[in-house]
């Protein structure tokens, strides 16, 4: 790997516009039909395609003999038509004459079985075999098409993780051990970290230690939780080696690889770092009335992954997918919707897979902006009015979204709250936590970046933290500070449970969060399934379901709501405690829906930020800026009208007319304010509900 990996400067995508186009497959076709695509792209408003992603074997037929006539043809017929090129380094996947070959490079599951030729990434990640030929192709590309006039950007391999993130085989296990060596130093550093006075485990020879496959019990958890930091950091390796020889050959082209929202098996942190610009593969499911609340989580996680610089949405479907057990189409202003919220949150670009709905393959049910039908297809005159409505929004480009609010994403207490099997109940863990205060802050009309437990949070007036089941001094410390310059913050439980090798923290819970929080944990108290226990919040009882703590609150911390059923009964739930000019809450309990919500909104408001009284989950509101215009985009992600309060004088792009108040926004309807850039962002509410 680059001895300084991290990008300081991010170089520019060469593209003067907001992106708009798809995955682009001219290889699937005859020439002659490359003529049509241009002419429907250009009608379209398609201004960037992304090619030739899995097309190596095309490109490279047998070992050293190179077919380049034909992409250099479509490469010069986009260029010709204005259509910029995300250019893939073909490295997606293997061909079959590699791999048979190299039978040692397939990838092994944790059963010890090989995965067989007939899917894509069929490769292991570790594999030398593999990453000198992925070296040699990513080359080949960078010294045919890097001065290419047309070329905007850089797309290295493909959905890196999404069927191959893990690997068992034999290499994967070796280099698993190196990785540990790197980590550890030696096998006394290992066996100390690992825990392994229990059952039995101490190693005596590097040599016999390999990948955890199936066992007959429960496995060490700092095993298992290493295992996943390993295999998120064999990718990165991967994705680091392209890297280097794409700076070598062309230093001043932009470099990504498409992410794939909130995507568990990889640290995003660490592969940010490492690109120029982030790029999102976006697939909200059409059968979820409420998908596009999840969706706001995956794009405030895009966002903020390299400091709040605009994103790509590189992959969007324009209607159903193809790999679902049931791929619901989008009904008629759903694909408008959801385009203009990825660009309400922050994307430069909606992009689709793919251009054209292929005729065979196994994604030859996944709709295309121009599907079966052609150009008369309803993707298409659908997608066809979007890049056109697109083209009045080119004033946004470049400007940031504006949130007062942060989620701390982690990768470690992820892995280790879904990875580790032995612990006090599987029903709750860092994502479902995530996903759940995330929809709650969504209900209440504020948007949400996300940022790591270390910060920075300069930007932010409160911070959440749903789940850290691993924390350290160093993240207690950051959010002390935070709470002591002012700021807010709230802890979810099972939090400051153990250390980065899974060893309880002394004391037990909440570990080095205890002088923030003002409160010691005595036991974690699951709930079975089906049950819930009731919490006492605001005058209000809610249900508890899932998760329960004993706790006991410490001298000059606040009980804010109690257990009112159960064993818990008349203990703390909820508290909160000053915290030098701020304060610091902890929620020891799951609450449902309205219960979080309560609890959230007392948390904005004792911090001064507006939270609504009257919650839809259809309505969303999320303003970008430049350093003199907002841009609020207002979304009525539901069939039924809604009408909310703007402010005065607001010009609407979309429109093009100055915005009554209230406006109404009919099914999947979207207004795009501009109005002079205020102190604080405009807090969109629902209009006063009128007496008939």
Avoid at 322 to 334: A, E, H, L, T, Y
Avoid at 611 to 640: I, K, M, Q
Wanted: with cysteine.
């Amino acid at each position: 790997m680059s001895d300084n990996p991290a990008v300081d400067t991010p170089r520019a995508v060469r593209l003067e516009a907001l992106a708009y186009g798809g995955d682009y497959n001219p290889d699937q076709w005859s020439e002659e039909v490359w003529a049509e695509d241009m002419r429907l792209m250009r009608e379209a408003g398609v201004n960037m395609v992304s090619l030739p992603i899995f097309s190596w074997p095309q490109l490279e037929p047998e070992p050293g003999v190179y077919d380049w006539g034909w992409l250099d043809r479509i490469l010069d017929l986009l260029h010709e038509n204005g259509i910029a090129i995300d250019l893939a380094t073909a490295t997606a996947t293997p061909p079959s004459w590699l791999l048979r070959a190299h039978p040692e490079m397939m990838p092994m599951d944790a059963d010890g079985h090989r995965l067989e030729f007939g899917s894509r990434q069929v490769y292991c990640p570790s594999s030398p075999v593999w990453r000198e030929n992925v070296a040699r192709m990513t080359r080949a590309m960078a010294e045919r098409y890097g001065e290419h006039p047309g070329l905007a950007m850089w797309h290295i391999s493909n959905e890196y993780g999404d069927h191959v993130s893990r690997c068992w085989c034999p290499e994967s296990a070796a280099h698993f051990r190196r990785w540990l060596k790197d980590r550890y130093g030696d096998l006394d550093g290992l066996n100390e970290a690992w825990g392994v006075n229990v059952w039995g485990q101490r190693y005596t020879s590097w040599d016999h230690i390999e990948a955890p496959r199936k066992a007959p019990g429960p496995i060490n958890p700092t095993q298992l939780l290493d295992f996943e930091r390993f295999s998120s950091d064999a990718m990165l390796e991967l994705f680091q080696l392209e890297i280097d020889v794409l700076r070598d050959v062309t230093p001043d082209i932009a470099v990504t690889t498409n992410f794939m929202s909130m995507f568990r098996d990889l640290d995003y942190w660490e592969f940010a770092e490492r690109e120029d610009v982030v790029t999102d593969d976006a697939y909200p499911d059409p059968a979820d009335p409420i998908s596009h609340v999840g969706a706001a989580l995956n794009y405030g996680l895009m966002r903020s992954l390299k400091g709040g610089r605009p994103w790509l949405l590189l992959e969007s479907s324009a209607s159903g997918t193809s790999w679902r057990d049931i791929n619901v189409p989008k009904g008629p202003g759903k694909i408008r919707v959801e385009s203009l919220q990825a660009v309400a949150h922050g994307s430069d670009a909606v992009m689709f897979f793919q251009w054209r709905q292929a005729k065979y393959g196994q994604e030859k049910f996944h709709s295309s902006m121009l599907g079966h039908r052609g150009e008369d297809s309803r993707s298409f005159q659908e997608t066809k009015a979007l890049g056109l409505e697109l083209q009045r929004l080119e004033e946004v480009r470049g400007t940031r979204v504006r949130s007062r609010v942060a989620l701390v994403v982690d990768w470690d207490s992820w892995w280790g709250s879904s990875a580790v099997e032995s612990l006090p109940s599987q029903r709750l863990n860092w994502a479902r936590q995530a996903r759940a205060w995330q929809r709650a802050l969504y209900l209440l009309g504020h948007p949400v970046d996300a940022v790591k437990a270390t910060g920075p949070f300069d930007r932010y007036d409160v911070v959440v933290v749903p789940n850290l089941y691993i924390a350290d001094a160093a993240q207690a410390a950051a959010l002390t500070a935070f709470a002591d310059a002012g700021g807010t913050v709230v802890v979810g439980p099972f939090s400051g449970v153990v250390d980065d090798t899974e060893k309880v923290h002394d004391g037990g819970a909440p570990g080095p969060f205890r002088g923030l929080l003002g409160v010691e944990v005595d036991e974690q108290w699951p709930v079975n399934d089906g049950l819930a226990e009731i919490v006492a919040y605001g005058g209000r009882a809610y249900d508890s379901p899932i998760w329960g703590e004993w706790i006991e609150a410490l001298d000059g911390t606040e009980v804010r709501g109690s257990y009112a059923s159960g064993e818990l009964a008349g203990l703390p739930a909820v508290t909160s405690r000053p915290v030098g000019a701020g304060s610091a809450w902890y929620v020891s309990c799951v609450l449902d829906d309205d219960g979080l919500v309560a609890v959230l909104r007392d948390a904005l408001t004792e911090a001064g930020l507006p939270a609504r009284d009257r919650v839809d989950v259809h309505l969303e509101a999320v303003t970008r800026s430049s350093d003199d215009t907002d841009y609020t985009f207002v979304l009525n992600h539901g069939h039924a009208p809604i009408s909310v309060e703007v402010p005065a004088g607001a010009r609407d792009l979309i429109t093009g007319g100055t915005a009554a108040s209230p406006l109404t926004l009919e099914r999947f309807g979207v207004a795009v304010l501009a109005m002079a850039r205020a102190e604080h962002a405009p807090f969109i509410t629902l209009a006063p509900e009128r007496l008939s």
